[in-house]
């Protein structure tokens, strides 16, 4: 099968997104299939090709949020280029810029579409709005979801049952809705690939001494990631075990904030900033850890909780429908429902090792349902469905899109 991923990330820009992409791309290789990708270039504001013309980069402009960059709904340069291609199926990943050309490009040369719905929107808004308008924001991200991921596609594809909820019963879509949660290459985490002297390093760098307790996160540092609440909680978790260290891995608009949070609490020394970390040097991280921590409600998933439980390292999280899909509590992991409770698991684990051991096993066994062999094997059986059924699109406006960017729009 030819396939196209079409995306407003990827490597080597690096988030879960992006992740999920590359190791999606690498799985289907394996299995045999050709796939070509058509993603932004972060970097530069030109056309790249790579991989001998199987990944073209549109150039993009920068938008503010992050890294991001917004690209041209119609690359015409890009045209013959996919064109040659002759796909199979096209699979988005992305709602705008880069979506909107795979929608058009789909409806132009009447290939199927699917789409994988990976970002809650309603949980950024406050990026854009500031704390305004945040009601009727809301009803516009809700039309333009349904418009993008029910009105101009093939098969959608959602990592988790908190997202499909969100289509049935919020939304009330009455398209086949396909679960399929988000695999990683989990044997890049194995611990047995790791020795005590290649971490020593690192150890050596964050001045960590064998016997010190490492809480890890791993993520943007951004409000909805809710970092405040383990380091506010950190402060109390060390007046009874001083060699607890919170790990905090990655970079974000509230990097600083979270800094000078730590330093007004007296607890600086406590709490160590990565900063970013290369993709490639991720699985190292987890071998320093003893346990994973997240409070985050806004994950449609949590890859990094999939990746900590295949490095052994269990996973610690806050009571929400995205985790509850993954960790067992008491089986492979724990779940808290607030601040209380997140320091009584933690302390717990700190002073139980059997326990910790325990846990940290069965995290191991249970993250190997997300390989990535059984995550392509599943899409594949959407992509077979999409193929038996050619998409049929209600609206012509992809039609009026692009002949409004060629000026044939009186035609």
């Known amino acids: 099968m030819r396939i196209g991923l079409f995306t407003d990330t990827y490597p080597p820009y690096i988030n879960g997104v992006s992740t999920s992409i590359s190791m999606l791309k690498h799985a289907l290789e394996k299995l045999g299939h050709q796939v070509f990708v058509v993603t932004v270039n972060n970097e530069l504001t030109k056309y790249c090709y790579e991989e001998n013309g199987k990944v073209i980069r549109i150039p993009g402009i920068p938008i503010g949020i992050y890294d991001y960059r917004l690209t041209g709904i119609y690359p015409l340069r890009c045209i013959n280029k996919i064109k040659k291609w002759k796909l199979d199926i096209i699979h988005s990943h992305t709602e705008f810029g880069v979506g909107t050309f795979a929608r058009i490009i789909a409806k132009q040369f009447n290939i199927p579409l699917v789409h994988t719905y990976h970002t809650m929107y309603e949980d950024y808004i406050h990026y854009i709005t500031k704390g305004y308008f945040d009601h009727a924001s809301k009803k516009i991200v809700e039309y333009l979801t349904l418009f993008y991921c029910d009105k101009t596609i093939s098969e959608l594809i959602v990592p988790t049952k908190k997202t499909y909820d969100l289509f049935k019963e919020k939304y009330k879509v009455r398209r ?187 995290a191991r066994r249970s993250s190997e349902q997300y390989s990535s062999k059984y995550y392509a094997e599943r899409v594949l059986d959407v992509y077979n469905i999409a193929i038996k059924n050619k998409p049929r699109f209600k609206y012509d406006i992809f039609d009026r899109v692009k002949n409004i960017i060629k000026g044939n729009e009186n035609e």
């Open 176 to 362: 086949n809705v396909h679960i399929i949660p988000t695999g990683i290459e989990i044997d890049r985490f194995y611990k047995e690939k790791f020795t005590s002297g290649m971490l020593d390093k690192y150890r050596k760098k964050f001045n960590l001494q064998k016997d010190d307790f490492i809480i890890l996160f791993v993520g943007r540092l951004a409000q909805e990631k809710n970092v405040e609440f383990l380091i506010d909680a950190q402060k109390d978790i060390i007046k009874k075990y001083p060699k607890c260290k919170l790990m905090i891995i990655g970079d974000g608009p509230d990097s600083i904030k979270y800094q000078k949070l730590a330093k007004k609490l007296g607890i600086e020394q406590n709490v160590i900033f990565t900063g970013k970390v290369p993709w490639e040097d991720i699985p190292n991280y987890y071998q320093l850890a003893s346990i994973f921590a997240t409070a985050s409600i806004t994950e449609t998933q949590g890859l990094t909780v999939i990746e900590a439980m295949a490095a052994s390292v269990t996973p610690v999280c806050i009571d929400d429908e995205s985790f509850r899909n993954v960790i067992i509590d008491g089986l492979n992991g724990k779940i808290f429902k607030n601040k209380r409770g997140y320091k009584k698991e933690v302390i717990n684990l700190i002073s139980n090792g059997e326990e910790l051991k325990t846990l940290s096993r069965q």
